[in-house]
């Protein structure tokens, strides 16, 4: 379901991204794998979008290029560019709102 993402290749994936959600996330961190089940929910709901993840402790300068503080963080992806973020935890309604209002 999800497209895994490094520092080699995140940039070169975001660019060649119509619509798209990343998650910026650490591998032994319970909101992060909170977050990824509800974008899995999400993603269901809404099949155009594609969806990536990035090792923020694999790649912290990737992480921190495209603007993330803390994990998790929801970058949306629209028109082969990042428009929005937000760190921490929402539901599948409110990740719904943040990705039309973005």
């Known amino acids: 379901m999800f497209t895994q993402l490094t520092s080699g290749n995140c940039m070169a994936a ?18 992060c794998l909170n977050m990824e089940k509800m974008l899995v929910k999400y993603s269901k709901t809404h099949p155009d979008i594609s969806l ?8 912290p300068d990737t992480f921190k290029e495209l603007g993330g ?6 970058f949306v992806i629209k028109n082969n560019s990042v428009v929005a973020q937000k ?9 719904k709102a943040f990705y039309q209002r973005s």
């Open 52 to 59: 990536f993840r990035l090792n923020i402790e694999e790649s």
């Open 14 to 31: 975001i660019a060649d991204t119509e619509q798209g959600v990343l998650i910026g996330y650490k591998e032994l961190c319970p909101h």
């Open 87 to 95: 760190a921490g935890l929402m539901n599948p309604k409110e990740m």
């Open 69 to 74: 503080e803390r994990p998790p963080t929801i």
